[in-house]
């Protein structure tokens, strides 16, 4: 973890802490996942082997989540 990252985890400790009730500490929360869960992916991308169409298509759909239907 770079010390940007452990800044910004250490940020969303303090709001959870002192602001456990603020929109704003679940919109920190909801990013810091996101973004560490998007540097995951990339890194897994990245040392993977090429991927065929249909595993592609696969992932895709699991990424995407079910269609919700209205």
Do not use: C
């Amino acid at each position: 973890m770079t010390p940007a990252e452990k800044t910004e985890r250490a940020r969303v400790a303090a709001m959870r802490r002192h602001r456990p009730n603020d929109p704003k500490t679940d919109e920190l929360a909801a990013k810091f996942k996101a973004d560490r869960l998007a540097q995951h992916i990339s890194r897994v991308v990245d040392s993977a082997p090429p991927l065929s169409a249909i595993q592609r298509d696969r992932l895709a759909v699991l990424l995407h989540g079910p269609a919700v239907s209205q």
